[in-house]
């Protein structure tokens, strides 16, 4: 299994309880990053292999991904794998130059977990997009060529055929919610809402901050609490000081603490341009909140407008300030809303058990 994914060692116990459940049906190996060079010291399992990070840190993606073909070609040679199992389209095509240098021909699978598009495009530095032709086309020809394709969703499915391709598998990966599935606390007297995840552009950070300033002006019981950090920080910090009273922010906060966060809140606020399958969202649903998201990416895949949350254009700031104050004044929508919620969490992530079976199914 190759991913760019940075991992920390030990490994915390959602992911113990994955790759478990993975040892049961398979031999898997890992070709990853390490969160730091400790955690790639302290990797001493056979099973992982984490690349330390590289500073410059601005480097240290670019570095990763020109010398993952070598390091897919040794892996291969020293372990002479069935199936080589990529997080998205980016690692697929190290893996099949790796594949021809190592001259090995396992079977190559690419999963793709959200827009890859995005990545070059609405994530990090402006530098990026310059890099978006080199990436599609890097992406487009992993997909084409992988043995099969692997999605997580009916967006990702789509995103997919886009490119000329019929997904092998469409099925969500593990995701640990045990966390957040515990007895629905009751909705707050007071109109709240949280937004969690990166303060990048693919995440509408500014149609937010827009947004909120029109129901601030409008509805003065109502408070908006951000949790996360990005390039997009600024415009953050800058809403919190125009509006210290009715906006919080916190760049970082582990898995209880956003569980008790969502236990204060009346919504969970998803404006992205453009998702995978939001984790967060049922997150959110499986604590018995409603969602406010856009209609961009995998989120209809968990949102069903009127159900369990609302939907809005994605580039609309009227429109997402207009469906926050429906939230904040219509409680009796705003419960029933909430009663569906987690309902309608069933059956959006697998155990651990169901992931590994599906993909031991998936690589035979």
């Known amino acids: 299994m190759v991913a760019r994914t940075r991992y920390r060692f030990p490994l915390p116990p959602p992911l113990r309880r994955k790759f478990t459940a993975l040892d049961r049906r398979l031999d898997v190996h890992v070709l990853a990053a390490a969160a730091t060079a400790a955690d790639a010291e302290a990797a001493d399992d056979d099973s992982f292999e984490l690349v330390p990070p590289h500073r410059p840190r601005r480097l240290d993606g670019p570095r990763f991904y020109v010398e993952l073909p070598f390091r897919v070609a040794r892996q291969l040679r020293r372990f002479e794998p069935d199936a080589v199992v990529a997080q998205s389209p980016y690692e697929g095509f190290g893996i099949l130059a790796g594949r021809a240098l190592a001259h090995r021909k396992p079977t190559v699978v690419v999963e793709v977990h959200g827009d890859f598009r995005t990545a070059t495009r609405l994530y990090g530095s402006p530098a990026r997009r310059v890099l978006a032709p080199i990436a599609d086309l890097a992406?487009?020809?992993?997909?084409?060529?992988?043995?099969?394709?692997?999605?997580?969703?009916?967006?990702?499915?789509?995103?997919?055929?886009?490119?000329?391709?019929?997904?092998?598998?469409?099925?969500?990966?593990?995701?640990?919610?045990?966390?957040?599935?515990?007895?629905?606390?009751?909705?707050?007297?007071?109109?709240?809402?949280?937004?969690?995840?990166?303060?990048?552009?693919?995440?509408?950070?500014?149609?937010?901050?827009?947004?909120?300033?029109?129901?601030?002006?409008?509805?003065?019981?109502?408070?908006?609490?951000?949790?996360?950090?990005?390039?997009?920080r600024e415009a953050v910090r800058r809403l919190v000081d125009e509006l210290p009273e009715r906006t919080s922010w916190n760049r970082r906060l582990p898995s209880r603490a956003i569980a008790r966060a969502l236990d204060r809140t009346s919504a969970l606020v998803l404006p992205s341009r453009s998702e995978g399958l939001p984790r967060i969202a049922i997150e959110a649903l499986e604590r018995g909140r409603p969602v406010l998201g856009t209609r961009?990416?995998?989120?209809?895949?968990?949102?069903?407008?009127?159900?369990?949350?609302?939907?809005?254009?994605?580039?609309?700031?009227?429109?997402?300030?207009?469906?926050?104050?429906?939230?904040?004044?219509?409680?009796?929508?705003?419960?029933?809303?909430?009663?569906?919620?987690?309902?309608?969490?069933?059956?959006?992530?697998?155990?651990?058990e169901e992931y590994a079976s599906r993909l031991e199914t998936l690589v035979a």
């Open 139 to 232: 992406a487009r020809t992993a997909l084409r060529r992988a043995d099969r394709v692997r999605t997580v969703g009916p967006f990702t499915s789509e995103v997919v055929r886009e490119v000329g391709v019929e997904p092998d598998a469409s099925f969500p990966a593990f995701t640990d919610v045990s966390t957040f599935a515990k007895p629905t606390e009751p909705l707050p007297p007071d109109p709240s809402f949280l937004f969690v995840g990166v303060l990048e552009r693919y995440k509408n950070v500014g149609c937010l901050v827009e947004a909120w300033r029109r129901v601030a002006r409008w509805e003065p019981r109502a408070t908006l609490r951000i949790v996360g950090d990005g390039t997009e």
């Open 296 to 352: 961009a990416g995998g989120i209809p895949d968990v949102v069903q407008d009127g159900v369990n949350g609302l939907l809005v254009e994605p580039e609309s700031v009227p429109e997402l300030a207009d469906a926050m104050l429906t939230l904040a004044r219509d409680r009796s929508l705003l419960d029933r809303l909430a009663d569906s919620s987690r309902r309608t969490a069933d059956g959006l992530c697998l155990t651990p």
